[in-house]
C-alpha cells in the first residue's frame, strides 16, 4: 500500500463524506489527490496498477477511485470515471471470462489487475464485490444492469439464509464462497459462521443493487446485526482461536456497519461514536493496537473512523 494507489482514493471517499459545515477539503488538496488518481490510472482504466510486480488492491482502488470522483465531480469527472467503469465491469466473474453461474466465485470481484478463466479464481470475497457494486451505482448504472443481477447470485451465496426454511439459517454473511481459510469466524459443520463486518458487507452489497429493507434478505441480515451490535467489538466471532478478531476488525465494522444501518434509514446507537471520542489521539487520528489486517496504520483506521461518524 505505499505506493498511495489504494490509499489516496479510499481517504479521499472518507473526506468528501464529512458534511461541508463540518469540514471541507481545501480545494488545492482535492485537486493534488484527483492529479495522483489520473496520474496512476493506466490506458485499460485500472488504479493500483502502477507497480505491475507488486498490484496495489487495484479493484478496490478503482472502486474507490470511481467513488470519490463521482462525490467531487470536478471538470471531467465522467470522461474520469469511464474506462473504469469498463474495467470493473470486465473484472466480474462471468461468462464473458468463462465462469457460470454454478460456479463458486459467479458474479463477484476479486483482487483484479487481469482476467482469472476458469478452475482458478484468485482471491474472492464479499468486501471487495461490495466496494465495487456501491462504485458502480455511484457511476450511475441501473439496478436492472446484468451486472448487479449476476452479483446477486454471488450476494446470495455468501448468506447464512434459506428464503424457504428462514428460521434454520441466522441470516448474516460470511466472507468468501471460494476460500474457507478467509472466512475468519470460522464454521459450525458444514456451514461458515456469519460475523458483524461481512453480515454489514453483505446488507450494503444488496442495497447498492437497488435492494431495501423490503428485501427478506436485507431484513434477515438486518435483524442479525441488531441482535448481534454492541459497539465497536465485531460480532460473530467464537472461541480463543479468534479472540484477536473482535479487535482487529474494529474501524472496518464501525464504518460497514453504520453505514448499513443508515442505508437502510435506521440510526445506530451512539457506542460506535463513543467509542470513537475515547479512543481518539490527540493529534486526531486513530489507530488500532491489533495489526491483523493494517488498522494499525493511522491513515487506515483514521479514515474508517471518518465514515463511522459520518453516518452515526
Known sequence: MRSGQSLTPFVLDALLQVPSNVYRLPSDK?????????????????????DPSLPDYPNYATALAVSALCRAKRAGW??????????????????????KPADAPYGAW???GMEHPPPN??????????????????????????????????????????????????GGFFFSTTESDTNKAGQDGQHFRSYGTTTADGILALVAIGGTLQDRRIRAAHNWLISHHRDMAVPGFVGPAYQRWPQGLAFYYGAAATEAFHALGNLMDTSVANALKRTQR??????????????????????FAVRALVNQ
Not at 147 to 168: G, L, T, V
Not at 282 to 303: H, M, Q, Y
Open 30 to 50: 482535492l485537486e493534488r489527490a484527483i492529479r495522483f488518481i489520473r496520474a496512476n490510472t493506466n490506458a485499460d482504466g485500472v488504479l493500483g496498477m502502477m
Open 78 to 99: 465522467e470522461k474520469d470515471i469511464r474506462p473504469m467503469v469498463a474495467y470493473l465491469r470486465r473484472m466480474q466473474f462471468s461468462e464473458q471470462n468463462g465462469w
Open 110 to 112: 476479486g483482487m483484479g
Open 121 to 170: 479464481p484468485g482471491h474472492v470475497d464479499l468486501s471487495m464485490t461490495r466496494y465495487v457494486l456501491q462504485a458502480l451505482r455511484a457511476a450511475g448504472v441501473a439496478s436492472d444492469d446484468p451486472a448487479f443481477a449476476r452479483a446477486r447470485i454471488f450476494i446470495e451465496h455468501c448468506q447464512n439464509y434459506d428464503p424457504e426454511h428462514p428460521k434454520d439459517a441466522d
Open 282 to 303: 490527540r493529534d486526531g487520528s486513530w489507530v488500532n493496537p491489533e495489526n491483523l489486517v493494517k488498522e494499525d496504520d493511522p491513515l487506515i483506521a483514521t479514515a
